[in-house]
């Protein structure tokens, strides 16, 4: 089966990332165990609750990698003197793994009455305006770009040309 990007535009640069996440975030969908919950507990708050019965604090690890936040849970060996005559309570291992959008970072965690907690924050992005040179016509037929004079030291100094251009004449 192949599977249509919405990737595939030209108008689109650089967003190939956005196509990884989703189909990692596709992958990660088929494994329903441990349930979990995700609320928005403010404006920039976000807590992911993983029902994690039978797990110890020592069994369990949360972890950044790359841009995932990676829950797993391991519980030891069982002790072999139980007798189960039914064992409906899972005892397996697991790994969760989210998706974290640029910005996210990861406040704490904490384990209460058989629920992990993980506490995100996701900041407000701050406005950013960046001012972008135009060259006049007179450019340089290698770069494209003219030459840097006088007038245009303060805006090499701000980063708005680029500085490998600045002792070119």
């Known amino acids: ?33 441990p349930p979990y919950n995700i609320e928005q507990l403010g404006e920039t708050h976000l807590r992911i609750t993983l029902a994690v019965a039978g797990f110890a604090l020592d069994d369990l690890s949360v972890s950044v990698e790359e841009s995932q936040l990676v829950i797993r849970g391991r519980q030891g060996p069982d002790d072999g003197d139980r007798v189960f005559l039914h064992r409906g309570i899972a005892a397996r291992q697991f790994q969760r793994a989210f998706v974290l959008a640029e910005g996210m970072e990861i406040v704490g965690a904490h384990l209460a009455n058989g629920l992990l907690h993980v506490d995100l924050d996701r900041p407000l992005p701050q406005p950013q305006v960046r001012r972008i040179a135009i060259t006049s016509a007179e450019a340089s037929p290698e770069t494209g770009l003219s030459a840097v004079d006088d007038s245009d030291q303060a805006a090499v100094a701000a980063g708005l040309v680029p500085g490998a251009m600045a002792g070119k004449a």
Request: proline share 3%; charged share 25%.
């Open 1 to 33: 089966m192949t599977r249509v990007s919405g990737f595939n535009s030209p108008l689109l640069l650089g967003f190939d990332h956005f196509e990884r996440l989703l189909d990692r975030v596709q992958k990660s969908q088929a494994d329903a165990y």
